[in-house]
């Protein structure tokens, strides 16, 4: 171990970041073995102190540039959230020749191009572990445990507001807006819930891993992105009758065509392992050609579970500067010449099964023109489900599951269906994946 400390400034003092200085505190003696250095956090940038953690002596800044501006900082950790002053802060200390470590998965999915390029002309690192997934390591494995790999695709439950919502009603079939408070009162979810609810948050993370899978640039605006809110629990039961369980999944295939990436509710075979994910818990699944799937489970968020993640990177680049060796941008994994560009599959050209539930009058030639609308369409029903009639009623539940579709053949499909005279009000669609490539 060198002698001379790894010198450390803090900025934001919220959930991560006192879970980070209280972290690096109670466990300095294992983390300076690991670093081959002592760790010292010289500096602290926040509005405001946190009950939380005892800065003792350490300095404290309420303008958090001056953090970036410190000449004795070596590693800015950016804790407070955000692409506004956040993105401002870590462009400042790049340009003061200062390494970053951030938590912040907006900032890296929406900015991550220029910032990476800013890194490299000032010979300095970004790492972002602790941006997707909390406490999982999935960008070191991404990065180094399957660097090996061709990576088929992944698919991961990376919000668990959405997860812990999906959760309750299913177990307790509760409706989505009561489940939604529950959130809201123990924390897991904000007072405006729609980056959570609407699968913004997962949008971010998932752009993340695709860039760091396949080699491409982050393409944020690129993501398909569709939330949790018109879910039912009478889909969840439905789904549960077919032996499927539904999760809120970002994925991201390759394939000749280019890459997929997208955000929505899905249902998944309930014998697989990322059905029964549940809770506020997070996973991620990815196929690799020489591996096969490997699954990465933990908790996606909280204090000490996404300080893990931010102390981690603070031990490699420690590690580093220890050894003084020099750095390579770490940026997407991959040098910039092997990045690929490579095209975002259109929606309509993604193929599927699908899940549908419709309102249909309960009488003679209803499944039959139903069926021959499939046909035309040329998909294929694999399973259905029409419920009895309650009484007085003479409308009943259809589900049907299809085998694989294309998305622009079952849009159409559900366009003629929703035209019957027999159908009342929308086609509820769901998506199916079996998650074995």
């Known amino acids: 171990m060198t002698s001379q400390a790894v010198k450390i400034g803090i900025c934001g003092l919220g959930t991560v970041g006192s879970g980070t200085f209280n972290v690096l505190g109670r466990n300095a003696e294992a983390i300076a073995a ?20 005892d800065l003792g002596a350490t300095r404290v800044s309420r303008d958090v540039f001056e953090v970036a501006r410190d000449p004795d900082v070596q ?12 993105k401002d802060l870590v462009e400042e200390a790049l340009r003061n020749g200062k390494h970053v470590v951030t938590a912040n998965k907006a900032l890296i999915a929406e900015f991550g191009n220029e ?47 959405g997860n812990f919502i999906l959760s309750e ?7 989505f807006a009561d489940v939604l408070a529950e959130a809201q009162a123990l924390g897991y ?16 993370k998932l752009v993340i891993l695709a860039s760091l899978a396949f080699g491409m640039p ?30 809120h999944l970002g994925v991201a295939k390759q394939s000749k065509a280019g890459i997929e990436l997208r955000v929505h509710p899905t249902l998944i075979p309930e014998a697989r392992l990322l059905a029964n994910v549940n809770g506020v818990k997070n996973a991620v699944l990815v196929e690799g050609d020489a591996v096969g799937p490997t699954l990465y489970y933990g908790a996606g968020a909280g204090a000490e579970p996404t300080a893990s993640a931010v102390v981690a990177d603070i031990v490699d680049l420690a590690r580093e500067l220890s050894a003084g060796q020099s750095f390579r941008v770490p940026s997407l994994g991959f040098a910039d010449e092997c990045l690929n560009d490579l095209p975002v599959v259109p929606m309509a050209e993604v193929v599927t099964p699908w899940y549908l539930r419709m309102v249909a009058e309960d009488k003679p030639g209803v499944l039959s023109a139903i069926a021959t609308i499939f046909s035309n369409e040329g998909i294929s029903i694999e399973a259905l489900i029409q419920k009895a009639p309650a009484e007085g009623e003479t409308r009943v539940p259809l589900i049907v599951l299809t085998n694989r579709a294309m998305q622009g053949s079952v849009d159409k499909a559900v366009s003629a269906i929703e035209a019957l005279d027999s159908i009342s009000g929308e086609v509820a669609r769901i998506r199916v994946e079996v998650l074995d490539g």
């Open 34 to 53: 690991r670093a081959q250095s002592s760790i010292e956090v010289v500096h602290v940038g926040a509005r405001r102190d946190n009950p939380d953690c």
């Open 169 to 175: 009603m299913r177990d307790k079939g509760r409706d």
């Open 115 to 161: 910032l990476f390029a800013l890194a490299k002309d000032h010979q300095a690192v970004i790492c972002y572990e602790a941006a997707v997934a909390g406490g999982i390591p999935i960008i070191k494995a991404l990065r180094e445990g399957l660097a090996g790999n061709r990576i088929e695709w992944l698919a991961g439950i990376i919000n668990g507001t």
């Open 218 to 247: 982050l393409r944020f605006s690129s993501v398909y992105t569709e939330g949790i809110t018109r879910l039912t629990p009478q889909d969840v039961e439905y789904a549960e009758e077919l032996g499927y369980r539904i999760k």
């Open 189 to 204: 979810a904000e007072a405006d819930p729609t980056f959570d609810v609407e699968g913004i948050d997962a949008a971010h």
């Open 75 to 86: 590693i800015l950790v950016e804790l407070i959230g955000g692409t506004t002053v956040a």
